[in-house]
């Protein structure tokens, strides 16, 4: 029982890879980030493998709103950011997600919200994003600095 569980949810985030691909490239100034050797794909699977959670998917038919992209990237963003401040070690493909969130961060709710909560969440998140990428940027400076005069 465990097993066909654990195939289920590897579905699920396949599916979920596969939305998430569809909206990154319906934005013209995303796709700039993708010239490179990381494909969509790639991004997309390692967005899916980090901030999948089973017990929250969207209509598989439906496309993904603003606030759910901008949930699931703020979830890769605070573990990438960890894993940067910790390691300083990230992939191209790790670093292509960090810029997404910092690009989706800047973006206006699209879709009519539920609420004016969920609007101010949405603001309170985007403007967390953008304060984290901030110090993040900081720091790599810093280290930056620190190599040079070594």
């Not at 691909?21 to 796709?31: A, G, H, K, S």
Request: charge should be negative; hydrophobic fraction near 40%.
């Amino acid at each position: 029982m465990t097993f066909i569980k654990a195939l289920g949810a590897q579905w699920n985030k396949g599916k979920l890879s596969q939305q998430l691909e569809r909206v990154l490239m319906l934005e013209p100034e995303i796709q700039s980030l993708f010239i490179g050797a990381t494909t969509v794909t790639t991004v997309s699977n390692l967005i899916a493998a980090i901030g999948f959670q089973g017990a929250v998917t969207q209509e598989q038919e439906q496309q993904l709103s603003h606030e759910f992209m901008l949930t699931i990237l703020f979830d890769c963003f605070r573990l990438l950011m960890i894993k940067q401040i910790e390691h300083d070690n990230l992939s191209q493909a790790e670093h292509l997600i960090i810029q997404l969130t910092k690009m989706w961060a800047t973006k206006e709710l699209g879709d009519k919200p539920v609420n004016e909560s969920s609007q101010t969440q949405y603001q309170a998140l985007q403007q967390q994003i953008l304060n984290l990428s901030e110090q993040l940027d900081e720091l790599n400076r810093q280290r930056l600095l620190q190599k040079r005069n070594m």
